[in-house]
């Protein structure tokens, strides 16, 4: 059997990628190398070409832990852009991003093969993605309305601030301005002449632990700005769907209270048992994330409550929100929330939302 059809066994799931490599060992390495190359580049179009962007594919090979096959994907998003246009500037952006990604010392031959054969298995398990940004080679869509950069400067700076207060009224007065700002840029966006915009959808990274409960907070941020998501749990990733310019605000928001969320949680884990601390941690960023929700809801409807000639555009807005997300996942399934376990942990998860948000 030639080293061809051994690693052709591994990507159709037929040979276990360990046993290969005890085969592939004692095979000529030039052999071996060229048909493993040629293996995973058609893995690599396969899912570029299925939707896959560059930090997308990125992250959910380095959630892993081996750096070696997070070289592997940063290389081949550089060469998959070679000789393809034309090219979407925002692929592009992120294939030159990953660049550096797994620089360091070189790897030994066998411990590539086996990151290589190990990737191969992982990725024919990646199913087809929606094409978001299209990839090298096809033509390119309509490039999103993004918020004005000025706008988000300012929300930038303000949470930053949040971010770096260690008092709790600071903190939540640098971010209850920050949605305020948001709010009324929105107003603007929307009053203003001649502005041709669409619903967009746009994937954000949720890391582990306790991902469902940080999908969760995601979710609160996206709904208080006329935004929806959509969880998959298995790869990862939430997908928002919105206006641009409001998904834009959303992500930044999303990131910055999860900082603070994880700063709080520390802070009051410090009494808690060890054998509750899982518990206690799970709790706090249920409650953390429907109190954040509450309260950037209330911020949104004081800056809106004096224009109620906008509320008929903004449902207009919501609806074709809803029926974009629709389009895309026809089969959404509802899941039961996170269970809460301590009290402890809701109390304090609850009390440090208030704190992050509102006055």
């Not at 925002?90 to 790897?107: F, N, V």
């Not at 632990?209 to 939430?238: I, M």
Request: proline share 4%.
């Amino acid at each position: 059997m030639s080293a061809r059809d051994i690693i052709d066994r591994v990507r159709s799931g037929s040979l276990d990628h360990e046993d290969a490599l005890d085969i592939l060992t004692g095979t000529a390495s030039a052999e071996v190398d060229s048909a493993l190359s040629g293996v995973l580049g058609s893995e690599f179009e396969r899912l570029f070409g299925n939707g896959w962007q560059p930090v997308e594919l990125h992250r959910a090979v380095a959630r892993r832990g081996n750096p070696i096959q997070a070289r592997l994907v940063a290389d081949a998003a550089g060469d998959y852009l070679r000789g393809r246009s034309p090219v979407d500037e925002r692929w592009r952006t992120q294939a030159e991003s990953l660049r550096t990604a797994g620089e360091g010392r070189k790897p030994d031959r066998i411990a590539v093969l086996d990151a290589s054969l190990g990737l191969l298995a992982e990725m024919r398990r990646l199913p087809a993605i929606e094409i978001l940004i299209p990839p090298p080679g096809t033509p390119l869509k309509k490039v999103p309305h993004h918020a004005d950069e000025r706008i988000l400067n300012r929300v930038r700076a303000l949470l930053a601030k949040a971010e770096g207060t260690e008092f709790p009224a600071e903190a939540e007065t640098y971010s209850a301005k920050a949605q305020e700002l948001i709010a009324r840029y929105r107003i603007e966006e929307i009053t203003a002449p001649d502005v041709d915009m669409t619903p967009f959808a746009r994937r954000i990274g949720v890391d582990h632990p306790y991902e469902s409960e940080k999908a969760g907070l995601l979710d609160a941020v996206a709904q208080a700005n006329t935004c929806r998501t959509v969880w998959s749990q298995e790869l990862g990733f939430s997908t928002v769907f919105g206006f641009d310019a409001d998904i834009d605000a959303v992500e930044l928001l999303y990131t910055s209270l999860l900082v603070q969320a994880n700063r709080a949680m520390v802070r009051d884990e410090k009494n808690v048992r060890k054998a509750r601390l899982k518990a206690f941690r799970r709790s706090f960023l249920v409650s953390y994330g429907i109190r954040i929700g509450e309260r950037l809801r209330q911020v949104v409807e004081q800056e809106m409550s004096g224009h109620g000639d906008l509320l008929p555009v903004l449902r207009s807005r919501e609806t074709q929100v809803v029926k974009a997300l629709d389009k895309a996942f026809p089969r959404t399934v509802r899941v039961r929330g996170s269970r809460v376990d301590s009290l402890e942990g809701w109390e304090s998860g609850r009390a440090a939302a208030d704190e992050a948000q509102l006055r």
